[in-house]
């Protein structure tokens, strides 16, 4: 496994990483330290940034209104 992006956004943590397949997978790690993996495969590393990044939207809005009254 390599490692190809790993920044911090609004709190997450993404990690765009290749497996021993040469496939792109991503996780994020969410402002708790809890890790989330996904199932997803990509053949790009940019496909699967962009993926991660807008998994990390949807998390962040989802935290958001959930901590809203």
């Known amino acids: 496994m390599k490692i190809e992006t790993l920044v911090g956004l609004k709190g997450y943590t993404l990690i765009v990483f290749r497996g021993f397949d040469y496939l792109y997978r991503f996780c ?27 998994a990390v939207e949807l998390a962040f809005d989802f935290d958001l209104k959930k901590h809203q009254f």
């Open 28 to 54: 994020i790690i969410d402002v708790s330290g809890i890790l989330y993996n996904f199932d997803s495969i990509f053949l790009t590393a940019e496909e699967a940034n962009q993926k991660g990044r807008d």
